[in-house]
């Protein structure tokens, strides 16, 4: 395997390593921030439609605060987002050159929603104490819509990537007959947009549960803790086992679409029925055998077509220079998500079985540590689910049609790493002005519980006087 990675190496421009490094970076940390710009806004309407409804203190503290950190993290994921657009033209200009006119449009409509959602993110946090409640309530009700549209038009680029479509390559390679929404509703489209949508909500509710959790196991067991623990996890708990439901979905779309992505997640070697589910091990691509791992009989068979019968082409089938660049990462980064997977949905149903008995947070211990883990573990499924999205396809940076060494740049390599070291600076600073941020609004929070927020939210903060009386 080294011996192969090496020979391609050599063969590959010098330029192909950096660029793919500094996108690699740029994606599994924008990524952090997207779930949140998604999830986060129906989140904190749900506390504030709970908290008019019922004339509930508690629940609109927790709508506005969860709004600021709804502006924060939007903030920071628009930065990172937006290195994340340039590099697309100054890595791959091969591809943007190429293929610009025909996938550029989800972008464009990405550029507006975005600028559209800024807008109303900040309409609805400087509305807290300028609007009357119901106003401002429904001034807000657009946000999740447009962060969704947003998602869905990054992701349908990506799946636009997967299955190419939309065009036509002439005899003399040029692109025709160009169709820009039918490159929109590509064939991936809507088993990619739908896992990770599900995932995005999924990975920001658990991941604020677990903050509380935290609170919650270290003695602060009001009714502000319960809230917060509450609301994502119980959205968190819905879409979990729907999330069973669409991974199981997408990976059969992708058995049948790409077939040599499935046999690098699956690490299938050999065509055939009765196919084993392996899990972890490591590919040896000199020989294209698996060494170690645990091998459960026809289940990845079964799991295809629903038999064992069903049959499944392997890695063989595949020319060498055509296979995914490192099947054992694709491979584990596999297993890891769709373990990760099982595990929540085990919290899940514990958790809906605790509070269907009892209607509040369940008070065992292991239960909270499981919990106040779980926003990691959903964050580490979201990134290594990404892996196996790009990872997977590779080497066509457009499945079957472009590969990605075609679509690089001929800027230096050592440039490139110079780029690579200072966003890899920027975003380490990104990171720990994001958290310190955030620990210093949580420490503000917990000093001004009783005279910032619940004495009014709605209206003029009250003065030290009127709180000292």
Same mark, same amino acid.
């Given at each position: ?65 969860? %709004? ?39 972008? *464009? ?94 990975? *920001? ?65 050999? %065509? ?12 040896? %691509? ?153 620990? *210093? ?14 004495? *009014? ?10 709180? %000292?009386?």
């Amino acid at each position: 395997m080294v011996d192969r990675v090496n020979a391609d190496l050599l063969a590959a421009p010098a330029q192909l390593l950096p660029a793919r490094e500094q996108m690699a970076l740029t994606l599994m940390f924008h990524i952090v921030f997207v779930p949140f710009g998604i999830a986060l806004p129906t989140m904190m309407l749900i506390a504030n439609y709970k908290g008019l409804k019922r004339n509930d203190t508690v629940a609109l503290t927790l709508a506005r605060r969860w %709004s600021h950190a709804a502006g924060l993290t939007f903030a920071v994921g628009a930065a990172s987002g937006t290195v994340l657009s340039f590099e697309m033209g100054l890595l791959w200009p091969g591809l943007t050159g190429k293929f610009g006119e025909v996938f550029g449009l989800p972008f *464009a409509i990405e550029g507006v929603l975005f600028f559209l959602e800024a807008i109303l993110v900040a309409i609805y946090i400087y509305g807290w104490r300028r609007l009357k409640p119901w106003t401002h309530f429904w001034l807000g009700m657009p946000i999740p819509f447009v962060a969704i549209g947003g998602a869905f038009s990054i992701i349908s680029a990506n799946a636009w990537m997967n299955m190419p479509a939309g065009f036509t390559i002439d005899a003399n390679g040029q692109i025709t007959d160009v169709d820009p929404i039918g490159a929109i509703f590509n064939k991936a489209l809507p088993y990619e947009f739908g896992h990770f949508l599900v995932a995005a909500y999924m990975a *920001a509710a658990f991941a604020v549960a677990s903050i509380y959790v935290v609170g919650w196991l270290k003695g602060r067991r009001d009714r502000y803790h319960r809230l917060g623990i509450l609301i994502p996890l119980t959205i968190a708990t819905v879409l979990t086992p729907v999330q069973f439901v669409v991974g199981d979905l997408t990976a059969v779309a992708v058995f049948k679409d790409q077939p040599a992505k499935f046999a690098a997640m699956e690490v299938v070697t050999e %065509s055939g029925t009765h196919q084993p589910e392996v899990l972890f091990g490591r590919y040896d %691509s000199a020989t294209n055998t698996v060494e170690g791992g645990l091998s459960v009989p026809g289940l990845n068979s079964w799991l295809a077509g629903g038999s064992v019968d069903t049959y499944v082409p392997g890695l063989d089938q595949v020319p060498p220079e055509n296979r995914p660049s490192n099947v054992t990462i694709v491979h584990w980064a596999f297993d890891i998500m769709v373990g990760v997977g099982t595990v929540l949905l085990l919290l899940a149903f514990w958790f809906f079985v605790a509070y269907w008995r009892r209607r509040d947070v369940p008070d065992n211990r292991v239960f909270l540590w499981f919990a106040a883990s779980a926003g990691v573990l959903t964050y580490i499924a979201v990134e290594a689910g990404w892996i196996v999205t790009e990872v997977g396809r590779q080497p066509w940076i457009v499945y079957n049609i472009m590969r990605t060494e075609e679509a690089v740049t001929n800027t230096d390599a050592g440039t490139l790493w110079i780029s690579f070291s200072l966003i890899a600076l920027l975003y380490l600073s990104l990171a720990i002005g994001t958290i310190t941020v955030l620990r *210093a609004m949580s420490r503000r929070w917990r000093r001004s519980d009783q005279t910032d927020d619940e004495l *009014a939210v709605y209206g003029p903060r009250p003065s030290i006087e009127e709180v %000292s009386s």
